[in-house]
C-alpha cells in the first residue's frame, strides 16, 4: 500500500522463472505490494471473526481505516500496473478485453462463493441448536423468497454479511477502462474526476441501493471509487509521461505525524472500549465522522498518511521482504481472490463454532490460527500448481524448439 506515493516504478514482465528461479526474484516484482496484501487479507479474516481477541492487533486498533482500504488501494494499484503495461504495448482494445476478463473472473467468483456461503449456512441452521444463522449472516431474505434473492445477487444487490467487497471490486474494474484512458491522456486527470465526485457524493448522499429494504450499499462504490483511482494513478505512473513531483521529505515527516496521532487517539479508544475508566481522546467529537460506507474524509487522510508512512519505512529492497514469514504473507497476498474467499467461508466456519461449541479466547485463537494456516496452505499449493505449470510449459517450449532443429 506504500507504494504509490514512494513513487518506485512496479515493473513485471508477468513471466514466471524457470524452474531453478526463485518466485519472490521475479524481474522487479515488488513485493511489498503483495506483502501488505496478504496482511489485509488476514486481518479482514480475523476481524470477521466476531468478538475476536486479535481484532486487537489489526489495522483498526491503531488507525481510522482498516484493511478494507488496503485491499481497494492495492487492487487499483495492481490494475493500473497489469493493464497500463497492456494498453501501452497492445492497445487500448486488448486491455480492455483483458480487464473485463478478470471482472468475469471476478463476478463468478462472488456468485460461486456465495452459493457456498449460503450452502453453509444453510447446513448449520438444520443442524445446530442456534435458530438465528439465517438472520444473523443475512441470508434470511434468500429463504423468505429465494426467486428475488436470486436475481438480486447475479444484478450485484443482494449482499449478504461479508459478500460485499467483491461486489465493490467487481464495479470498481468495470469502470477500469475509462480510467486507464484518461490515465493515458494526463495522469493527474482522473484523480481530478474521482475526488469531484467523491466530494459530491458526500455533500449529496448519492448511493445506489441494495436488497433488500432499498439499504445502501455497505461499501458506497461512488465514494471508494476515489481511494481506487488514487491507487491506479500511482500504480500507473512508471508508464505515464506526466510526472508529478511531491516534496517527499516533509511529506514523509507530516505522515508519520499524522500517523502517530492517529494510533494515540485510537489505542486510546481501543483501551476504553475493554476498560471503560480509560479515557477515550476525542471519542465523541470524531467517532461520528468515520463512516465506513461513504469513506468518509478522515479516514481516507488516515489510511494515506499510513502508507506514505510505510513507504518510508519499507523500501523495496528490505531484506525483511525474503524472510520465510514474510514469504508465506506474500504467496497469500500473490493468489488474493482465492485467499480472500476462503477467508470469508472460514470466518462463517469460525463464527459456527463459536456459537454452537464454546465463545472464549482459546477457541477464538484456536479458528484465527487455524484459519490463517489454511489460508498459508492453500497459497502454498496455488504456488507450486502455478510453478509446476511453468516448468512444464518451459519443457514443451524447449521440446518443441529441439524437434524443429
Not at 458506497?220 to 508529478?244: D, E, K
Not at 523495496?316 to 514469514?325: A, E, G, K, Q, S
Request: glycine content about 6%; charged content about 15%; some cysteine.
Amino acid at each position: 500500500m506504500s507504494v504509490a506515493v514512494a513513487g518506485h516504478a512496479h515493473r513485471n514482465d508477468g513471466r514466471d522463472g524457470g524452474p531453478h528461479t526463485d518466485p519472490h526474484q521475479r524481474s522487479g516484482r515488488d513485493l511489498r505490494l503483495d506483502l501488505f496484501r496478504g496482511l489485509s487479507l488476514f486481518f479482514i479474516f480475523i476481524d470477521h471473526v466476531p468478538d475476536n481477541v486479535l481484532s486487537y492487533l489489526t489495522l483498526q486498533s491503531f488507525s481510522f481505516c482498516d484493511a478494507a482500504e488496503v485491499f481497494i488501494f492495492i487492487a487499483g494499484y495492481a490494475a493500473a500496473m497489469v493493464y497500463g503495461k497492456a494498453l501501452q504495448r497492445q492497445g487500448s482494445i486488448i486491455a480492455t478485453v483483458q480487464i473485463y476478463r478478470r471482472v468475469w473472473q471476478l463476478y463468478v467468483a462472488h456468485i460461486f462463493l456465495f452459493v457456498i456461503f449460503a450452502a453453509l449456512v444453510f447446513y448449520a441452521t438444520l443442524n445446530v441448536q442456534y435458530e438465528n444463522y439465517n438472520e444473523d449472516l443475512g441470508i434470511d431474505n434468500f429463504v423468505d423468497e429465494p426467486n428475488i434473492a436470486i436475481v438480486k445477487t447475479l444484478l450485484l444487490q443482494y449482499q449478504p454479511k461479508y459478500l460485499d467487497i467483491l461486489p465493490l471490486y467487481v464495479v470498481l474494474l468495470g469502470i477500469f477502462p475509462l480510467v486507464l484512458l484518461l490515465l493515458r491522456r494526463h495522469l493527474a486527470l482522473p484523480v481530478m474526476i474521482s475526488g469531484i465526485i467523491y466530494l459530491l457524493t458526500l455533500h449529496f448522499g448519492w448511493q445506489p441501493h441494495s436488497y433488500p429494504d432499498d439499504e445502501a450499499w455497505y461499501f458506497n462504490p461512488l465514494a471508494w471509487q476515489f481511494l481506487f483511482v488514487i491507487g491506479a494513478t500511482a500504480g500507473y505512473a512508471p508508464y505515464s509521461r506526466q510526472v508529478l513531483t511531491m516534496p517527499t521529505v516533509w511529506l514523509a515527516k507530516l505522515a508519520i505525524g499524522i500517523t502517530v496521532a492517529v494510533a494515540i487517539i485510537r489505542i486510546s479508544w481501543t483501551i476504553h472500549g475493554a476498560y471503560e475508566a480509560f479515557p477515550g481522546l476525542l471519542l465523541q467529537a470524531l467517532l461520528p465522522l468515520l463512516d465506513k460506507a461513504n469513506l468518509a474524509p478522515l479516514r481516507l487522510v488516515s489510511f494515506l498518511a499510513l502508507a506514505v508512512a510505510a513507504g518510508h519505512f519499507m523500501r523495496r529492497d528490505n531484506p525483511l521482504l525474503h524472510t520465510p514469514v514474510a514469504r508465506l504473507i506474500i504467496r497469500c497476498g500473490q493468489h488474493s481472490l482465492h485467499v480472500f474467499c476462503l477467508g470469508v467461508l472460514l470466518a462463517v466456519l469460525g463464527e459456527i463454532l463459536l456459537t454452537s461449541v464454546r465463545d472464549d479466547t482459546v477457541m477464538q485463537l484456536a479458528i484465527s490460527l487455524a484459519g490463517i494456516v489454511l489460508m498459508i496452505a492453500i497459497s502454498g499449493v496455488l504456488t507450486w500448481y502455478k510453478e509446476g505449470n511453468a516448468t512444464r510449459s518451459d519443457a514443451v517450449i524447449v521440446a518443441d524448439t529441439n524437434a524443429a532443429r
